[in-house]
């Protein structure tokens, strides 16, 4: 059975020695007690959590789900504890103001405990997951009496959070949601409609539970710009905070879904249920999406999470399992036969889930050093800084989210083909990773949804192509210095200046494009976002490998040699192997927009 | 709810117009009865059985799996009397001799009824598709008197039949496989061992179960060389062929799958159950894989299947779901919302499920005579033109298998997304057509197995790349008359020129590496088998652009001028889109072996 080991060494390469954190932490106001030792103990901490009461609890909550009965969400057996055991650690409130409870650290320690939690058992991270939104929205929107009411309690993970968007009739277009709000007397709203997949909407984790709604007030105009923020907690709160009667918000299903099947989705009915405003009347919908970017982001680590958890699985089988010989002679000779490991083709698949998920794992630990300062500036009051901070986190969050969860399917579905007909079954383990990481393109946004963010308002109407410009700027920085040096990695620089040149030329020539065919931003959207992926992907890998060169001609780092190795290799791998997809993606990108939009829809299939 | 519509129109397009489906079989001998109004018949009633008796029972099939308890297994609710309908419109026997009491069709018929079968209900689709395989084997190795005994009630499809290969320690490498028959002196066999991952092989559909099972004898030399055949019933035959004695071979447990739930995959306990030699002793692996390139094409049509499938239930949905407006301005201004399909990424998927769908069927059906070829050569006893044919439909058989089934969960996947969070929930019927579209990359050898099979023995081996000539040849006998026509046809005539060009360099540089590389065919067989299915699938594409166009230009043919377009238009689609990713699998074909082979395998994760 699969057992979960946290890539900790991994992650220390990533966070010491590629993107000096200790430095990035004394940089930060908010910085100074993530200390090395700190920080150490915060991963050593998650990862015992994680490896020890998280990762047991996977197959056996997929196997029996989440249960509901009049209303109650019973969850999987042993969840109940272990939530205990995350609210007694103090995990939620890791990344948390201190002023509410928590420790008041930098988010990012909160993004690399949340890889592991997720990695570990993505059902239950899906729980304390949700109420990071929660707490955000009330931490910017809500009034010092509400904060005083709600914070305490949802960063201790006494209660815990969700937020409600979308009904049955619209999940993206969200300017057709009719859930209303009405005004009382006493200042409070009515609220009253249907809100549907709402992950941790309703369980048996937390004694009370606060919902973020958006609704309409009476008089709203139509649309996005018609919607209004709410509070509603489950139980109301007497006037000294502690749990009043139960409110009119009912679970009345949860869904049976493919995977994530110990994460209750719940289908909310509010019958006139009390619920305060947040925000401004009719700015709901901005205020919701203040924190897309870091939402997008927890979301991306569910690429990174199941590549991982796949690949964990799949390289014991194939260091283990033994089948057929190699073709370039017998490797085994007093076995049976070769073990899988020894096949080129199935090295090609592990070294592909390597490389997502480590690759994965660079660019979101990259990112979450934007969303530090974006935090530290917001803390500090600074909303210049913020807002900038938040632009360029802007223009990773599509393509993380987007790229990295295809990618993340890709691989758990490699890690099933490693296992041959074995993959297929549940008793290892290796189809629930499928099936559970078949979400993250989905939700939050579908990769479609993604890219049109990217290409349209990220790249082209919001900078003209300037944030490719700036972040190649960069890839050009690291690469020059290589580019003419031999062996691998003046490859791998050569191979990047001329990404980063036909990146900004497919951006021209989209932009271009679409001052004169109003389909071709988002004809070539998704094909812009897989491209704008692997060139992403591949400068962070040659990062990795620049560093582990340097470490190793310098006699060492933290690693043994073999890791460095390891890493040089697994970039080549990369750019011999996986960067060459941008190809296809710049030939689909540039394709005409008619090859789509010609066909009439009737036509498409005939019976 | 997903509701099946058998794609007769593009069936017949195919069968008629692109293929000359009635000249074929004009020209077999077995093919006189296979009257244009037959197949007709034969389709129309397929369809009817399809829509109305299986495709109703998919979802609830799904939902409640099968039974185990005590060696009995109990197919869901309904199964059994689907497949008393199935037997009674004697469909098991369409393509199997009249003297056992088949049609004696062309099994190419078979084909299409299997297609249409797999799309409705792909695990119920399972229990008369493994009978398929016995029926063969035993009409090629059987006595007159096992034939006798067998066959007639096999191809009636009162008892139903297996093929028992994999054991627990291996399914690929069978040269591993340990079950033992020993003599007895009746001239029987006592098999004992256990078979595990056995479709089909234990059901209450049928009134027995022939295993058709790989054993070793006592005195076998060790690996593929030492495994004989025999044929196993469940229930032991008395000499008039009636039903008599349960044999010792038991169902000691059923697979709990990711997909194809109402499908039962066995584990086969033999305890001593009695067997007769099918062949001769030790050459049990060739004649198991006598029938393995039609078995494997019998795969091949599940990346049809479910692609279709998929494609069926995402397009209704697209026209009929409404989010956001359109960014080339609004379409449906008196709705709240246009409908998905007037979104562009919305129809790059729904195509790229069509494209997958009608360009896989076009290369199945094109399989498909060359195997009525060898059928009917078979029959006619020219073991010499048999086994041209199977060599040519060798060349077939792993792309169709790899290739295809491949881009057809890719499709399935395509399908979910097309629904957004709804595709992810059961109620909709699209989560399960990816979960049982992910085996057949898997079994019946995975897509690694195929990609070694094409690139090592049939092209590099077994042809030294005749084989690749061959079909490019075909293909540029087709372009070259049409590479200076302008428009869309002239476009693709070129590009299959190119690629005809390209593949044969490509197989000639992988001819050259591989004599001084060993790893050279492991480390390039995938992308190998990529490219070479994107190259064919462009010119089934191509040809049925072409049958369009002739038959727009002459007025029309059988259906719609719209169905003629979206076929123009469809392949435009395939080539200007899909067709590139042959560069990156070009690429990654040729990459150095030592991106895959040179790190240590201990290195490969390090924690």
Request: charged residues 20%.
């Amino acid at each position: 059975m699969l057992k979960y080991q946290a890539p900790l060494r991994d992650m220390r390469f990533l966070l010491n020695e590629v993107l000096d954190y200790p430095a990035h932490y004394r940089s930060l106001p908010n910085g100074a007690d993530a200390t090395p030792e700190m920080v150490d103990a915060i991963l050593d901490g998650a990862a015992t959590l994680c490896e020890e009461v998280l990762a047991p609890l996977n197959a056996s909550g997929d196997a029996e789900g989440c249960h509901f009965k009049d209303g109650v969400v019973t969850t999987p057996a042993g969840f109940k504890e272990a939530y205990a055991q995350f609210v007694a650690g103090g995990w939620q409130g890791v990344s948390f103001p201190e002023e509410f409870g928590g420790q008041g650290l930098p988010m990012s320690l909160n993004v690399f405990k949340s890889e592991m939690m997720g990695t570990a058992n993505w059902s239950f991270t899906m729980y304390p997951g949700l109420s990071v939104g929660c707490i955000n929205t009330l931490m910017q929107y809500a009034s010092a009496e509400q904060k005083a009411a709600y914070l305490p309690r949802l960063v201790a993970g006494q209660w815990s959070g969700t937020m409600c968007l979308t009904e049955a009739q619209c999940g993206t277009d969200l300017g057709q949601l009719k859930t209303r709000a009405e005004a009382q007397a006493d200042g409070s709203y009515r609220l009253t409609g249907s809100k549907i997949f709402i992950s941790a909407g309703e369980h048996d984790l937390a004694e009370n539970i606060i919902h973020i709604v958006l609704a309409r007030l009476p008089d709203a105009p139509a649309g996005t710009r018609g919607i209004s923020l709410f509070v509603v907690p489950k139980f109301k709160l007497n006037a000294d905070h502690s749990l009043g009667e139960r409110n009119a918000v009912n679970c009345g299903a949860i869904e049976h879904k493919m995977g994530i099947r110990a994460s209750a989705t719940a289908t909310l009915n509010f019958d006139g249920a009390t619920g305060y405003m947040l925000g401004e009347q009719n700015k709901g919908l901005e205020a919701m999406f203040t924190f897309m970017n870091t939402a997008r982001i927890g979301t991306a680590i569910q690429g990174v999470c199941h590549a991982e958890l796949s690949f964990q699985g799949a390289l014991p089988y194939a260091l283990e399992r033994r089948s057929m010989r190699a073709l370039s002679g017998k490797k085994e000779p007093d076995q049976v036969a070769d073990a899988l490991i020894w096949h080129p083709d199935v090295r090609r698949m592990l070294l592909t889930q390597k490389a997502i998920a480590e690759g994965g794992r660079a660019m979101i630990y990259s990112a979450a050093q934007i969303a530090d300062k974006m935090f530290s500036s917001l803390l500090a009051g600074d909303q210049l800084k913020y807002e900038a901070y938040d632009s360029e986190l802007g223009f990773f969050t599509p393509i993380l989210k987007g790229f990295i969860t295809e990618l993340g399917l890709e691989a758990a579905n490699l890690g099933m083909q490693v296992f041959g007909g074995h993959g297929y079954i549940q008793d290892h383990g290796m189809e629930q990773i499928a099936r559970d990481a078949r979400i993250a393109t989905l939700y939050e946004g579908t990769t479609g949804i993604q890219a049109l963010d990217l290409l349209g308002r990220k790249v082209l109407l919001g900078s003209k192509g300037k944030c490719v410009r700036d972040f190649t700027g960069t890839v050009l920085r690291f690469a020059r210095p290589h580019a003419l040096s031999r062996g691998p990695l003046g490859k791998m620089a050569r191979s990047l200046i001329c990404r980063s040149l036909q990146w900004n030329l497919l951006t021209t020539r989209l932009l271009l494009r679409s001052a004169r065919d109003r389909e071709q931003v988002g004809a070539a959207s998704f094909d812009f976002l897989m491209y704008s992926g692997y060139v992403m992907m591949g400068y962070f890998w040659a990062l990795q490998a620049a560093k582990a060169s340097q470490l190793l001609a310098a006699g060492g780092g933290e690693a043994p040699a073999e890791f460095y190795q390891a890493k040089i290799d697994t970039a080549e791998f990369y750019f011999a192997r996986l960067l060459p997809r941008a190809n296809s993606h710049y030939a689909a990108a540039l394709a005409s927009t008619a090859s789509l939009m010609q066909t009439d829809k009737a036509s498409l299939r005939i019976n």
